[in-house]
């Protein structure tokens, strides 16, 4: 079992919507199908009910939802303590790309002056996902657009 394909299953298993969580991955629904299919036959229990309603979680499906989340943060863990002991740290930034905030650049730019020991990585993601990763845990902060207050 790959930690790609339990960030997969927990796409689904949150967005119980196989087209919405391909589109927060990034990538097409298909192969996200095929990928959730060879999970639940290596798993050898069904953890998704799928009807022309929807998706909804088995009991199984949910108690594996739990499990991967808790997997998926342990190894996220792991990768920042490695970065640690090895002198270098990362931070991940998700941005909306339609945005292209020139704002949000420079305040990236600034800290990478600020912290040179420090990688800054920036995640760009569309309006389907408009936590920009945070939600799902592929970031460490968002910028993201909030709502006008301005009146006409």
Do not use: K, N, W
Not at 73 to 101: E, F, W
Not at 111 to 140: F, N, W
């Amino acid at each position: 079992m790959e930690l790609r394909t339990l960030r997969y299953f927990v796409a689904v298993a949150e967005e119980l919507h196989f087209g919405r969580a391909a589109a927060r991955l990034h990538m097409s629904q298909p192969p996200l199908s095929r990928a959730i299919q060879r999970l639940e036959t290596d798993l050898g229990i069904a953890l998704l009910h799928r009807s022309s309603a929807g998706v909804a979680l088995t009991p199984a499906g949910a108690t594996m939802l739990d499990e991967a989340r808790t997997l998926l943060r342990q190894a996220d863990q792991m990768r920042v303590r490695m970065a640690a002991l090895a002198g270098t740290g990362t931070i991940t930034i998700g941005m909306l790309a339609d945005s292209a905030d020139p704002g949000a650049m420079r305040l990236a730019a600034a800290y990478r002056r600020e912290h040179p020991d420090v990688e800054v990585r920036i995640r760009e993601t569309d309006l389907t996902d408009p936590t920009c990763g945070l939600r799902a845990g592929l970031v460490d902060v968002a910028l993201t657009r909030g709502r006008s207050t301005r009146r006409a």
